[in-house]
T-cell receptor, first 112, second 116 residues
């Protein structure tokens, strides 16, 4: 079945450590997105990518990095520079030219 | 700047009651999309509807209906005869879709609890 797969479902990070969240889609969508959700808050855009090898910062990109080497994959790295990384992270993708965004199941990141 | 306001934070109803979730938006663009997403306890966001700014027709899908009014910048969502499975967080979102860039601005969400 087509869909968006995020892994792992739960992730723990030690202080000063970088961690990478995986997002894979087999929907043949061009655009992919990363959002952060905090309790009682809406989703905020971290990074997005319209095509392979290209990506743009969203509203809260500081402390995060991404890559888009393949159409299917858009991994997000939470660096040690992100001082408050505990949150629920959601990946999305959308079809061209302007299809609605569809979301994965999310990864919950916590600090040890 | 774009903004989406969901003034209701939590709503609790008894099964079979009708419930309306409010959404008010702000944008300077004349072309935009409005969305509703459902987030059940499992966490994923489920796409419910997208409405183009030029299409003010109300829409009904089963027990769900949406009322889009540009005059009041509102895009309200009504669930008729609510069921326990409707319990979730519901997000309204706005996309001004400038050029090739689709960027969603979300409201803070409304937590709906439907009691048996």
């Amino acid at each position: 079945d087509g869909g968006i797969t995020q892994s792992p479902k739960y992730l723990f990070r030690k202080e000063g450590q970088n961690v990478t969240l995986s997002c894979e889609q087999n929907l043949n969508h061009d655009a992919m997105y990363w959002y952060r959700q905090d309790p009682g808050q809406g989703l905020r855009l971290i990074y997005y990518s319209q095509i392979v090898n290209d990506f743009q910062k969203g509203d809260i990109a500081e402390g995060y990095s991404v890559s888009r080497e393949k159409k299917e994959s858009f991994p997000l790295t939470v660096t040690s520079a992100q001082k408050n990384p505990t949150a629920f992270y959601l990946c999305a993708s959308s079809p061209p030219p302007d299809g609605p965004q569809h979301f994965g199941d999310g990864t919950r990141l916590s600090i040890l | 700047a774009q903004k989406v306001t969901q003034a209701q934070t939590e709503i609790s109803v008894v099964e079979k009651e009708d419930v309306t979730l409010d959404c008010v938006y702000e944008t300077r663009d004349t072309t935009y999309y409005l969305f509703w997403y459902k987030q059940p306890p499992s966490g994923e966001l489920v796409f419910l509807i997208r409405r183009n700014s030029f299409d003010e027709q109300n829409e009904i899908s089963g027990r769900y209906s949406w009322n889009f009014q540009k005059s009041t910048s509102s895009f309200n969502f009504t669930i008729t005869a609510s069921q326990v499975v409707d319990s979730a967080v519901y997000f309204c979102a706005l996309d001004n879709h400038t050029g090739a860039n689709s960027k969603l601005t979300f409201g803070k969400g409304i937590t709906l609890s439907v009691r048996p």
